[in-house]
């Protein structure tokens, strides 16, 4: 909590404020019979005629009004996480993106446009690690029509919630007219752990390359182009693992992609018919076991918000929420 009962409560922030983490706490009732109070901790992104947006860790804006402030000041950026590996937003985004590459891309300035036929946002999105080179509105512009002339929806992928995310960017996003459209969590966590789980690791195989039969589970396009295993293929050193099942369609599958001290899990997967019988964790297992062969100390992973399953699962593996990212698209 950010403020006591005990201190005074002072407005010690301002428009010059804006772009810091702040924690603010605005009377929610204005004239009800007992005051209730509201607090919100994140980054200032504007403060125009009398209103203030803070963006929160998870990319959602508050609007304030500065009328009903009570209580406001500066605050440090969030605390490092005390679980996994120590690693900047910048590092990961960058490692993240190295494991999913696309099929084209385009330098806007210091942005990325990605386009992989339309399989996965994250392919399919432009990236924005620095400066346009222009104004953000003209640079969105751009983006409509790089994406237009491929015949597939503008996305722009921006993160929030660890020091030196975009919230900033969000924010503006949300006054061009651009909405969230989905949001996940990147999460990570030391690598020996994982690799030192009691699995039973002796079913799952692992290749350099995905079969038809790896594809088949993996039900994440309409149909398997080339573009798919391109990016599926993309990365420094890829690998992926299967556990057979009763008939060429495997009960299990994933992928990891090693980078340096980076090992990056994805598409893990079950059969409905194999689930609870710890295939998705013996899966991850042999992974990370082939990932620490080559080095590796760290792993990351990405997961939507409304996946709690495959979040209870990770959790129980040592996985700890770094940053959060969006998807954001004109309305």
């Given at each position: 909590?950010?403020?006591?009962?005990g201190g005074?409560?002072?407005?010690?922030?301002?428009?010059?404020?804006?772009?810091?983490?702040?924690?603010?706490?605005?009377?929610?009732?204005?004239?009800?019979?007992?005051?209730?109070?509201?607090?919100?901790?994140?980054?200032?992104?504007?403060?125009?005629?009398?209103?203030?947006?803070?963006?929160?860790?998870?990319?959602?804006?508050?609007?304030?009004?500065?009328?009903?402030?009570?209580?406001?000041?500066?605050?440090p950026?969030?605390?490092?996480?005390?679980?996994?590996?120590?690693?900047?937003?910048?590092?990961?985004?960058?490692?993240?993106?190295?494991?999913?590459?696309?099929?084209?891309?385009?330098?806007?300035?210091e942005?990325?446009?990605?386009?992989?036929g339309?399989?996965?946002?994250?392919?399919?999105?432009?990236?924005?690690?620095?400066?346009?080179?222009?104004?953000?509105?003209?640079?969105?512009?751009?983006?409509?029509?790089?994406?237009?002339?491929?015949?597939?929806?503008?996305?722009?992928?921006?993160?929030?919630?660890?020091?030196?995310?975009?919230?900033?960017?969000?924010?503006?996003?949300?006054?061009?007219?651009?909405?969230?459209?989905?949001?996940?969590?990147?999460?990570?966590?030391?690598?020996?752990?994982?690799?030192?789980?009691?699995?039973?690791?002796?079913?799952?195989?692992?290749?350099?390359?995905?079969?038809?039969?790896?594809?088949?589970?993996?039900q994440?396009?309409?149909?398997?182009?080339?573009?798919?295993?391109?990016?599926?293929?993309?990365?420094?050193?890829?690998?992926?693992?299967?556990?057979?099942?009763?008939g060429?369609?495997?009960?299990?599958?994933?992928?990891?992609?090693?980078?340096?001290?980076w090992?990056?899990?994805?598409?893990?997967?079950?059969?409905?018919?194999?689930?609870?019988?710890?295939?998705?964790?013996?899966?991850?297992?042999?992974l990370?076991?082939?990932?620490?062969?080559?080095?590796?100390?760290?792993?990351?992973?990405?997961?939507?918000?409304?996946?709690?399953?495959?979040?209870?699962?990770?959790?129980?593996?040592?996985?700890?929420?770094?940053?959060?990212?969006?998807?954001?698209?004109?309305?």
């Amino acid at each position: 909590m950010e403020f006591t009962t005990g201190g005074r409560l002072e407005v010690r922030i301002s428009p010059d404020d804006v772009g810091k983490r702040v924690s603010v706490r605005r009377l929610d009732e204005a004239g009800a019979p007992k005051a209730k109070f509201a607090d919100t901790v994140g980054v200032l992104t504007s403060w125009d005629s009398g209103v203030l947006t803070i963006t929160r860790r998870d990319g959602e804006s508050v609007r304030i009004a500065q009328s009903s402030l009570v209580a406001g000041k500066v605050v440090p950026p969030a605390p490092a996480r005390r679980r996994g590996p120590a690693a900047t937003f910048e590092e990961l985004a960058r490692v993240c993106a190295r494991a999913w590459q696309p099929v084209e891309s385009e330098p806007l300035g210091e942005w990325r446009l990605r386009a992989a036929g339309g399989f996965t946002r994250r392919a399919n999105s432009a990236l924005p690690l620095g400066d346009p080179g222009m104004p953000v509105g003209a640079a969105l512009e751009r983006v409509r029509e790089w994406y237009a002339a491929r015949e597939l929806p503008p996305y722009v992928q921006v993160a929030t919630g660890a020091e030196g995310t975009q919230e900033r960017l969000a924010a503006e996003l949300e006054r061009c007219g651009w909405f969230r459209e989905v949001t996940a969590q990147v999460r990570i966590a030391a690598l020996a752990p994982i690799g030192d789980l009691d699995a039973d690791v002796s079913r799952v195989r692992i290749t350099r390359a995905c079969d038809a039969g790896w594809l088949a589970r993996y039900q994440r396009f309409e149909e398997p182009g080339p573009h798919v295993t391109k990016v599926l293929a993309s990365g420094p050193s890829v690998w992926f693992a299967s556990v057979p099942g009763d008939g060429e369609v495997p009960a299990a599958i994933g992928r990891c992609v090693v980078d340096g001290r980076w090992a990056g899990f994805m598409a893990v997967e079950v059969d409905p018919a194999y689930r609870r019988q710890g295939l998705a964790g013996a899966v991850m297992t042999a992974l990370a076991r082939q990932a620490l062969d080559e080095g590796a100390s760290a792993a990351w992973l990405q997961v939507e918000d409304d996946n709690g399953g495959a979040q209870a699962l990770y959790d129980g593996m040592g996985f700890a929420t770094h940053h959060s990212y969006h998807h954001f698209r004109p309305a």
